[in-house]
């Protein structure tokens, strides 16, 4: 069974925890369940905050005619039915779109409905995206915003690096026709928003550097936000198999886990290896300390074999969110504590609470991985 080694330390914080750890690739996580703010007022207000700034571009006037019979509450419907299929071989509907329809994100603009779609057909050939949508709203007379997140592979590069994109699309109706005319692309990641924005590029180009993440299962979660320091994740439930450890960076209980699926367990069953492995600390002092190898998807409690030491428990994780800083190169106590601190401090400002307690994910074997491509 290969270690893996990506580092990520999770904390929980109050309303939302799950933090998820990753073996030789490090990133910071933390764990928690979303406060009410965050599923609901908090998002609303920063909405319109950018609203604010994105009504003042809007190509239409949300002053529109009173004779306007555009079916708003239609179009926020025909938008959930719609956008799943933007890139996928239905496509969206281009008859719901004004042929001078006005494309805005922070490094593309198009101004008709041809470029448009032309954009979404480079998009499909080169990166191979999935789009989530995760809620549409009317935000004006005549706006519509959508929230989503987009995860693509530059399939370009021989790593295919993943990159991901989460934000806001405000999409402006025009009362004539009662079609879109407008869409603007706000992304989580960025502050300037505006095209061209050298902020916009430089993100692109950071998500594009060598990493290597093993081939292997590994708990299956959602990206639902982005931002420029971290990322927030909805975790499902996963089983782990689990023993006392000593230190975030530690390995002590490792061979003791990683014997379980090998074998070393009431059935003499091996196990097909998964990453990441966890290491999690369920207080501040790291008075209590676990080391965690994650079992396969297909596996639960009833048909998991017993462990043959008293010291090994099997517990089912029942998932949730959590707030994930990644970090690359081999993980010491001080870093893992730093890049702790740093999720810690940004969670804070940006309104969430974390709960007590990270987990650090590590993905990469540190003895057959260099470091400089760990995650």
Known sequence: ????????????????????????????????????????????VKTNQNLKWAVRLSLV???????????VEWLVGFL????????????????????????RDPITKHDTISGYLFNISMLKMVFRPAFQLHWVKQTGPYEITTRWTMVMKFMPLPWKPEL?????????????TGKFCSHLDLWDSIKNNDYFSLEGFLDVLKQLRIYKTPDLETPKYQILKRTANYEVRRYSP?????TNGDKLSGSTGFNDVAGYIFGKNSKTE????????????????LKKVSIQIVLPQDKDMSSLPDPNQETLDLRKVEGGIAAVLKFSGKPTEDIVHEKEKELHTSLIRDGLRPKIGCLLARYNDPGQTWSFIMV
């Open 1 to 44: 069974m290969a270690s893996t080694h990506a580092h990520q330390n999770l904390r929980p914080i109050a309303a939302s925890g799950l933090t998820s750890h990753q073996l030789s690739t490090t990133r910071p996580v933390r764990l928690y369940f979303p406060p009410r703010s965050f599923k609901s007022r908090s998002i609303a």
């Open 61 to 71: 006037d949300q002053s529109s005619p009173p004779q306007s019979t555009v079916d």
């Open 270 to 285: 091996k196990i097909p290896m998964t990453t990441p492995v966890f290491t999690q600390a369920y207080d501040n002092e």
């Open 238 to 242: 996963f089983i782990v198999v689990e």
């Open 80 to 103: 959930y039915d719609d956008l799943p299929h933007l890139f996928d071989d239905q496509g969206i509907d281009r008859t719901a779109y004004d042929e001078q329809v006005k494309f």
């Open 164 to 176: 991901v994109f989460t934000g806001t699309s405000v999409m402006g109706i025009n009362p004539e």
